[in-house]
Nanobody, 126 residues
């Protein structure tokens, strides 16, 4: 079992930045690949970014490429999502999740696969 708690969300103006954190407890965080997902009101949950167990490989959705950076600190059992140049369309609840491999993380958005946090709200205003 892995417990995940997201933090760092909030209200920010367009063009601003936020850094989300995902604190893990339970089984060794470094045993899992990690991903960030988001769900906007009335929309399906979507993939945002993923990172492999060591942190040496990352994947991004096209919509955030060049603006968001995913990272992790296995010694601190924490993952991060640095979000820059935020846009109105980035408004959503952001979730972190862990699965066994990087491929598994990007395979789908089902909450039945892996472990998920409760989410943190990010609101971008004009």
């Amino acid at each position: 079992q892995v417990q995940l708690v997201e933090s760092g969300g909030g209200l920010v103006q367009t063009g601003g930045s936020l850094r989300l954190s995902c604190a893990a407890s339970g089984r060794t965080f470094g045993s899992y690949a990690m991903g960030w997902f988001r769900q906007a009101p009335g929309k399906e949950r979507e993939f945002v970014a993923a990172i492999n167990r060591s942190g040496g490989s990352t994947i991004y959705a096209d919509s955030v490429k060049g603006r968001f950076t995913i990272s992790r600190d296995n010694a601190e059992n924490t993952g991060y999502l640095q979000m820059n140049s935020l846009k109105l369309e980035d408004t959503a609840v952001y979730y972190c999740a862990v699965r066994g491999t990087l491929s598994a993380v990007i395979a789908g958005t089902s909450v039945r696969d892996g472990y998920w946090g409760q989410g943190t709200q990010v609101t971008v205003s004009s």
